[in-house]
């Protein structure tokens, strides 16, 4: 699948941009399906807001309950100050998660194969375990900013092995908030732990390290069917669309089973629905 100068650059940077990764069939199939989800979702059958600026706005519960199940968020600036839906309801949703993958036909069809099983191989992923799937809208006009993160902070391993599989389903660009990364900041450290008290059913995001976030990033501009994948520790954030264009894009998160994978993460899979692969 990889060369030997995309694997080098893959250590040397913690990301690859793989143009032209999807069909346009199963890019068409995925954004189709994408949008059904939100035309088959009853608001009132409750949702919360997501905001990454404030992880309270998530409800607790509502997010613990979303490992297994396939959920949709509201985008925070979707809802007035009384709760209430003032935009359009197919442009209401911040994303859709978290078990798309092993829940819907069409992203368990998108998420599998022997292309993706094979990329994981190259990446070092010796046995890999997709623990969550996202479909991450950013709305036009009101969809929200994604401050500097690293994905290991939702899914702690040790060793850390998570990698994240981002999917453009539509051309991500400057003006609808494309991705940015700080290429090589792997080699940093993991700043923060999103620790989950299951006996509690409370969330908090625990400081680990004082390392401030990067002064400068690139930006990652791609075109629909482009995967880009990133290591867990690479620091990457996205600006808010104020543009007419939705940024469409489906992520999977991937540990290795030979790592351990940590007790206080939030997404934990029982018996009724265990993690995984990608073949
Ligand atoms: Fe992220």
């Known amino acids: 699948m990889l060369d030997a100068q995309q694997i080098a650059a893959w250590h040397d940077t913690g990301f690859l941009v793989l143009p032209g990764f999807k069909p346009p069939a199963e890019l068409a199939a995925a954004s189709a ?11 009132s059958a409750g949702a919360s807001r997501f905001s990454t600026r404030d992880r ?40 859709i998660g978290h078990a798309l993958h092993d829940l819907d036909e069409v992203f368990i069809a998108f998420s599998h194969g022997p292309e993706l099983a094979a990329l994981a191989a190259d990446l070092g992923l010796q046995a890999p375990q997709v623990w969550q799937s996202q479909l991450i809208f950013k709305q ?21 092995t998570v990698t994240t599989f981002w999917f453009a389903l539509e051309d991500a660009t400057l ?47 791609v075109a ?11 620091p990457h954030r996205s600006a808010a669309n104020r543009s007419a264009r939705s940024r469409l894009a489906y992520t999977l998160h991937v540990t290795d089973g030979a790592a351990t994978y940590a007790a206080e993460n939030w997404l934990q899979r029982g018996a009724d629905l265990p993690v995984g692969g990608l073949d």
């Open 33 to 43: 399906r994408a949008h059904a989800l939100v035309e088959a979702f009853e608001p």
């Open 56 to 95: 309270s706005l998530v409800a607790d519960a509502a997010l613990l309950a979303s490992a297994t199940t396939v959920r949709c968020f509201f985008e925070e600036e979707a809802l007035d100050e009384a709760g209430r839906m003032h935009v359009p309801k197919s442009q209401s949703i911040n994303k």
């Open 140 to 160: 036009p006009h009101i969809g929200g900013e994604v401050g500097w993160h690293q994905d290991a902070s939702f899914f702690v391993t040790t060793p850390q």
């Open 175 to 221: 003006d609808n908030g494309c991705l940015w990364v700080e290429p090589g900041g792997h080699h940093g450290p993991l700043r923060e732990q999103y620790v989950c008290d299951h006996a509690a059913g409370t969330l908090q995001m625990r400081a680990l390290d004082a390392t401030p976030w990067p002064a400068t990033a690139v930006p990652l501009p």
């Open 224 to 234: 629909a069917g482009t995967l880009v994948v990133f290591h867990g520790l690479l």
